[in-house]
């Protein structure tokens, strides 16, 4: 079952532009993360944030949280061309088997 | 240096054949993880791990098997009753509930 929807599902900028992308879920978590994933390629662990915080940074990643709203968002900001990729957000629901569940995507495309 | 290993990159079976996709970690994770992804979607869980000579089904476990005799170890078999098996296939490990999953590079299964 998919548990994150993200939204938009593709969003093109200028490089230098910020980027944010949302994601919405539908049960309780323990912890909500981020992933990038590169055409073809595996996903790269990017953020991880607790069901008990509401912000976290690093480097230009920006991630919040709204556990009322069942709600995250990812900003980049001053993004590359290298930014461009699919950023998943994968939930960790209260239920335990320490398995993630992923959202549908965003391709994010950076363009020159 | 520590990560993941998926292979092989490529592989094609005709309709009716088993085919075994290989897992290896060498980060001493205990739980490991199998997702699929079709094209353009987000990761489903399949199979995964939480511990040697233990396994779980995901949420699309029909027509897959699974082993973990070994720690480092973690192979999925397609079986010939999953009916639409050509997908990209990922691996991942995670060393713990607070942490993000490594995956490897992935398999691209392809039918003929």
Known sequence: SQQGEEDPQALSIQEGENATMNCSYKTSINNLQWYRQNSGRGLVHLILIRSNEREKHSGRLRVTLDTSKKSSSLLITASRAADTASYFCATADTGGGNKLTFGTGTQLKVEL | DGGITQSPKYLFRKEGQNVT????????????????????????????????????????????????????????????????????????????????????????????
Request: hydrophobic share 30%; with cysteine.
């Open chain 2, 21 to 112: 996709l290989s897992c290896e970690q060498n980060l001493n994770h205990d739980a490991m993880y199998w997702y699929r992804q079709d094209p353009g979607q987000g990761l489903r869980l399949i199979y995964y791990s939480q511990i040697v000579n233990d396994f779980q089904k995901g949420d699309i476990a029909e027509g897959y098997s699974v082993s973990r005799e070994k720690k480092e170890s973690f192979p999925l078999t397609v079986t010939s009753a999953q009916k639409n098996p050509t997908a990209f296939y990922l691996c991942a490990s995670r060393e713990g509930v607070r942490y993000g999953y490594t995956f490897g590079s992935g398999t691209r299964l392809t039918v003929v």
